[in-house]
């Protein structure tokens, strides 16, 4: 097998931590990533995501892993891309869908650029999948991304 450049978005939860240990032990180049997101200033701690608690908790596990561990700063573009567009979408009394915006906007395309832009070849997380062949009819989830997006997307097995 061939050493493959991976970077795990590492939540500091089990399933990311799991996966980076899994990639590592299977012999791939493994580098950890984790998003700094914005919160209303003076309630960091009771951020659903990303709280400092779960990023000293991915760092360490990447420490006992010995991988590279990157805190990546998004705090203006989440608050731009995802916050104004659940209160815009409110306001309108709509009812938005913050977590498809952060994984549109966020996780497939601010993440994925930086995890690029170290050379990585695939971008796994913790979520779970069901790893089978690509085939022509995959566009149910893929037709909204391009082809630069899709490629380091398919999970490795």
């Given at each position: ?41 003076g309630k960091e701690e009771s951020n659903r995501c990303c709280t400092p608690d779960a990023m000293a908790q991915a760092r360490r596990v990447a420490g ?94």
């Open positions: 097998m061939s050493k493959q450049k991976v970077v795990v978005a590492m939540s500091g939860g089990v399933d990311s931590s799991v996966a980076a240990a899994l990639l590592k032990q299977q012999g791939h180049d493994v580098t950890g990533m984790m998003l700094r997101l914005w919160s209303e200033p006992l892993l010995d991988i590279p561990f990157y805190v990546i700063d998004a705090k203006d573009v989440f608050k731009e891309t995802v916050v104004q567009y659940f209160l815009d979408g409110y306001a309108r009394g709509e009812t938005p869908n913050p977590c498809l915006m952060c994984n549109r906007q966020i996780r497939w395309t601010f993440l994925l650029n930086h995890a690029l832009a170290l050379g990585a070849e695939f971008m796994a997380t913790g979520h779970y999948v069901e790893s089978r062949p690509r085939t022509m009819d995959d566009t149910n989830f893929c037709a909204l991304l391009t082809i630069q997006k899709i490629n380091p997307m398919f999970y490795m097995s």
